[in-house]
């Protein structure tokens, strides 16, 4: 079985920063593509940022410029750091990972998502 873990969620004044951590454990050979999500209320849940195992990361159009997504392969971490943050970030955020889980194969687990609320 594969846990997925997030950290760092909170309430933010508008501009202001958070960092968001997600840790992987349990039983997997490799961990492939991570990625952050965030489901707005009332809204589908939709793609923030993903980063591969070589580091190469990819982000939705809203938060280019202001977010980055990092990940440490030896800690089974992915980060993702948000900056100049607005109302329009509210939203659960939810960690996703690609694992070579030792029991399931090839498979997506997810996190039980961190609360992010930004004020105006």
């Known amino acids: 079985q594969v846990q997925l873990q997030e950290f760092g969620g909170g309430l933010v004044q508008a501009g202001g920063s958070l960092r968001l951590s997600c840790k992987a454990s349990?039983?997997?050979?490799?961990?492939?593509?991570m990625g952050w999500y965030r489901q707005p209320p009332g809204k589908q849940r939709e793609l923030v940022a993903a980063?591969?195992?070589?580091?190469?990361?990819n982000y939705a159009d809203s938060v280019k410029g202001r977010f980055t997504i990092s990940r440490d392969n030896a800690e089974n971490t992915v980060y993702l750091q948000m900056n100049s943050l607005k109302p329009e970030d509210t939203a659960v955020y939810y960690c996703n990972g690609n694992f070579d889980a030792v029991v399931a194969g090839t498979k997506d687990y997810w996190g039980r998502g961190t609360q992010v609320t930004v004020s105006s």
């Open positions: 980063i591969t195992s070589g580091g190469r990361a």
């Open positions: 349990g039983s997997f050979f490799s961990i492939n593509a």
